[in-house]
């Protein structure tokens, strides 16, 4: 009988038609397109198959267990997740990573992170990450690089669901219709939990509602024009729970404690307007305007911010056989009103990049100069504003050294001018422990240098990466953390690491890969002392993701995944000397899918296979469980 299985399921992978590919990819995040191959710079790029194999439940989830990027909710919110890469820590580095959805900048002018769960993983097509790469066209904050989402736009019909472990529910619907004078596209989708941790404040655990919803409609008048109109919302309701002492962690991680439990809305309204116009064969102008409307709501008066942004950008975009050229400019105006005050935040930028390719040689080169401005408007007492003009330089080079490999070495200086929040201190007087914020001051913007050197090889079965990297930065800006923390400047520090990929398809139904990166991040020189030659909070020096797929038939796929990350000092350990660390993250995923047939799939997935452990340490007893229990997910997705 074994025998007889097994010969079977020889046969079975013989005969399997093709299943996964590898493909080079185009680099479309920066205004020089590129293929893979060429690209002057390191880059991840995930296509809508990937995205789909995966099953992932959210985008915080496929980045966390397919890429080198790292996410973690913040401070339990599994809806506003923190996100790091390239050694910036788990603290702050979501501030040094730009993240734009279609070309919108999804960065807040304060510090909560980008909001992800407002765009649906099931209406994403294309995922590309640039690492120490992206300055010159994104600007403010790019400084270990972009993380750029393009959205689909839905044919015919398409719809998935599922249930699973703690009461999940998803639910999502994108229907579509093209011809040659429009196109026209709706999508919206609806998730809830009942959460892993009891809370104290309400009955029940913590707790999550997700909506979204968008439309999208493209005119095509003539052949060289296209008009674009859309419209997107999301609304979040969600209970999170406070952290938890080491004793209490290890003893039971799902318990109630006397950390303040919280509950968030978070709504959000944007409309956004847009042309491009093919003026000559050879010259294209492309122009957007973002209208976006925000609110942030803990259930207080003192606690509700309203946000307005604007934005908008114009490119011209030149292209010829060897030589591309591309001038930009670019607008965001950002205020909140809340927590005493009206403060904005507003960036106006120019730009101009050039790329110029012959024969082998492909060599890239731009500058930006951005002017930022703040005003402070207190609800009492005198306003205060300032503005900084920030300069972002890059200069890549990419050599083919025959049509399958290819060398690349680049340099870019890039900038993060300080969010709104920074300017302010928090502290929590005992016994109440209320927050007190009063304005701390206007910092210094933080500049990095950053140097690439990477080698590529595609082959028609593998697919292999690596990168060496070195980063200098001036004034890197912290929290010092704690009841009574501020906001501040870090005077120099560094960060060296390597980055390696690799995806070998061994046969047309099976393949393995891995994502690995190390990263050592120092703290070089600082006015504090105790600080100095120090390792920066919250890195982990290794970090893995890898995984095995195999389709047993050519309808069936089945993917083990694995997820590492190293221990490392607690997010606000500064002087490595707290007694407890972060401690290692892992976490085995398994996933598993039917084609039913033609237009039915049924999946099953189960995140943290062998119930690990995980945690956030932000100090010492001062920890919030996040993925510590096994999660299972069963569903299906049509396409009509």
């Given at each position: 009988?074994?025998k007889?299985?097994?010969?079977?399921?020889?046969?079975?992978?013989?005969?399997?038609?093709?299943?996964?590919?590898?493909?080079?990819?185009?680099?479309?995040?920066?205004?020089?397109?590129?293929?893979?191959?060429?690209?002057?710079?390191?880059?991840?790029?995930?296509n809508?198959?990937?995205?789909?194999?995966?099953?992932?439940?959210n985008?915080?989830?496929?980045?966390?267990?397919?890429?080198?990027v790292?996410?973690?909710?913040?401070?339990?919110?599994?809806?506003?997740?923190?996100?790091?890469?390239?050694?910036?820590?788990?603290?702050?580095g979501?501030q040094?990573?730009?993240?734009?959805?279609?070309?919108?900048?999804?960065?807040?002018?304060d510090?909560?992170?980008q909001?992800?769960?407002?765009?649906?993983?099931?209406?994403?097509?294309?995922?590309?990450?640039?690492?120490?790469?992206?300055?010159?066209?994104?600007?403010d904050?790019?400084?270990?690089?972009?993380i750029?989402?393009?959205?689909?736009?839905?044919?015919?019909?398409?719809?998935?669901?599922?249930?699973?472990s703690?009461?999940q529910?998803?639910?999502?619907?994108?229907a579509?219709?093209?011809?040659?004078?429009?196109?026209?596209?709706?999508f919206?989708?609806?998730?809830?939990?009942?959460?892993?941790?009891d809370?104290?404040?309400?009955?029940?655990?913590d707790s999550?509602?997700?909506?979204?919803?968008s439309?999208?409609?493209?005119?095509?008048?003539?052949?060289d024009?296209?008009?674009?109109?859309?419209?997107?919302?999301?609304?979040?309701?969600?209970?999170?729970?406070?952290s938890?002492?080491?004793?209490?962690?290890?003893?039971?991680p799902?318990?109630?404690?006397?950390?303040y439990?919280?509950?968030?809305?978070f709504?959000?309204?944007?409309?956004?307007?847009?042309?491009t116009?093919?003026?000559?064969?050879?010259?294209?102008?492309d122009?957007n305007?973002?209208?976006?409307?925000?609110?942030?709501?803990?259930?207080?008066?003192?606690?509700?911010?309203?946000?307005?942004y604007?934005?908008?950008?114009?490119?011209?975009?030149?292209?010829?056989?060897?030589?591309?050229?591309?001038?930009?400019?670019?607008?965001?105006n950002?205020?909140?009103?809340?927590?005493?005050?009206?403060t904005?935040?507003?960036?106006?930028?120019?730009?101009?990049?050039?790329?110029?390719?012959q024969?082998?040689?492909?060599?890239?080169?731009?500058a930006?100069?951005?002017?930022?401005?703040?005003?402070?408007?207190?609800?009492?007492?005198?306003?205060?504003?300032?503005?900084?003009?920030?300069e972002?330089?890059?200069?890549?080079?990419?050599?083919?050294?025959?049509?399958?490999?290819?060398?690349?070495?680049?340099?870019?200086?890039?900038?993060?001018?300080?969010?709104i929040?920074?300017?302010?201190?928090?502290?929590?007087?005992?016994?109440?422990?209320?927050?007190?914020?009063?304005?701390?001051?206007?910092?210094?913007?933080?500049?990095?240098?950053?140097y690439?050197?990477?080698?590529?090889?595609?082959?028609?079965?593998?697919?292999?990466?690596?990168t060496?990297f070195?980063?200098?930065l001036?004034?890197e800006?912290?929290?010092?953390?704690?009841?009574?923390?501020v906001?501040?400047?870090?005077?120099?520090?560094s960060?060296?690491?390597?980055?390696?990929?690799?995806?070998?398809?061994?046969?047309?139904?099976?393949?393995?890969?891995?994502?690995y990166?190390?990263?050592?991040a120092k703290?070089?020189?600082?006015?504090?002392?105790?600080?100095?030659?120090k390792?920066?909070?919250?890195?982990?020096?290794?970090?893995?993701?890898?995984?095995?797929a195999?389709?047993?038939?050519?309808?069936?796929?089945?993917?083990?995944?694995?997820?590492?990350?190293?221990?490392a000092?607690?997010?606000?350990?500064?002087?490595n000397?707290?007694?407890?660390k972060q401690?290692?993250?892992?976490?085995?995923?398994?996933?598993a899918s039917?084609?039913?047939?033609e237009?039915?799939?049924?999946?099953?997935?189960?995140?943290?296979?062998f119930?690990?452990?995980?945690?956030?340490?932000?100090?010492?007893?001062?920890?919030?469980?996040?993925?510590?229990?096994?999660?299972?997910?069963?569903?299906?997705?049509?396409?009509?």
């Open positions: 009988m074994k007889t299985f097994l010969l079977s399921l020889v046969c079975a992978t013989l005969i399997a038609q093709e299943t996964f590919t590898l493909e080079e990819q185009t680099v479309t995040a920066t205004v020089l397109e590129e293929d893979e191959l060429s690209y002057t710079a390191p880059v991840e790029i995930y809508e198959k990937e995205i789909e194999n995966s099953k992932s439940k985008i915080y989830d496929f980045l966390n267990q397919e890429t080198s790292i996410t973690m909710p913040s401070f339990g919110n599994q809806f506003a997740q923190k996100i790091d890469m390239r050694g910036y820590g788990i603290g702050d979501y040094n990573i730009v993240i734009v959805v279609n070309g919108r900048r999804m960065n807040n002018v510090m909560v992170p909001l992800l769960s407002s765009i649906p993983i099931d209406a994403v097509s294309k995922i590309e990450i640039l690492k120490g790469a992206g300055s010159v066209e994104y600007g904050g790019a400084n270990a690089g972009v750029s989402i393009t959205t689909k736009d839905f044919t015919g019909i398409n719809f998935k669901a599922y249930g699973g703690f009461e529910g998803y639910g999502s619907f994108g579509g219709y093209a011809d040659e004078l429009f196109s026209v596209s709706a919206g989708d609806y998730f809830e939990t009942e959460g892993q941790r809370l104290l404040a309400k009955e029940g655990e999550g509602r997700s909506k979204n919803g439309f999208d409609l493209k005119l095509y008048p003539f052949d024009l296209e008009l674009r109109v859309g419209w997107a919302a999301s609304r979040i309701n969600t209970w999170y729970a406070g938890l002492t080491q004793d209490q962690y290890k003893n039971d799902t318990q109630a404690t006397s950390a439990d919280t509950n968030q809305h709504d959000t309204d944007l409309w956004s307007f847009g042309l116009y093919d003026i000559t064969s050879t010259l294209t102008i122009t305007i973002r209208i976006e409307d925000k609110s942030s709501d803990y259930g207080s008066s003192s606690s509700k911010a309203d946000y307005d604007d934005s908008g950008d114009i490119i011209l975009n030149y292209k010829k056989e060897t030589l591309q050229l591309a001038l930009g400019g670019e607008f965001f950002g205020q909140r009103d809340g927590y005493g005050s009206k904005s935040k507003d960036n106006l930028a120019g730009f101009i990049k050039a790329g110029y390719k024969g082998n040689h492909n060599l890239t080169a731009g930006r100069i951005e002017k930022v401005s703040y005003q402070y408007n207190p609800n009492s007492g005198q306003g205060l504003e300032d503005d900084n003009t920030l972002a330089y890059e200069l890549g080079y990419n050599y083919k050294l025959d049509n399958k490999q290819s060398i690349f070495i680049s340099y870019a200086y890039s900038f993060q001018a300080p969010d929040d920074r300017f302010f201190s928090t502290t929590y007087s005992p016994p109440t422990y209320l927050p007190v914020v009063s304005f701390n001051g206007f910092l210094k913007p933080m500049k990095a240098k950053t690439n050197l990477g080698y590529n090889n595609f082959q028609d079965n593998n697919k292999f990466k690596i060496a070195y980063i200098d001036k004034d800006i912290y929290y010092t953390g704690g009841f009574s923390g906001n501040t400047n870090l005077d120099e520090t960060k060296v690491g390597l980055e390696m990929y690799d995806k070998y398809l061994i046969l047309e139904n099976l393949y393995i890969s891995a994502n990166t190390y990263v050592e703290i070089d020189k600082d006015d504090n002392t105790a600080i100095e030659d390792t920066l909070p919250g890195v982990s020096k290794h970090n893995i993701t890898a995984s095995i195999y389709s047993p038939i050519q309808k069936a796929k089945l993917i083990a995944s694995h997820t590492y990350r190293s221990s000092y607690a997010a606000n350990d500064f002087t000397s707290a007694t407890q401690e290692a993250y892992n976490s085995t995923d398994l996933t039917y084609q039913y047939d237009h039915i799939e049924v999946f099953a997935k189960i995140q943290n296979l119930d690990e452990d995980n945690g956030i340490w932000v100090d010492t007893d001062v920890i919030y469980p996040v993925n510590f229990q096994r999660a299972i997910q069963i569903g299906l997705t049509g396409k009509f």
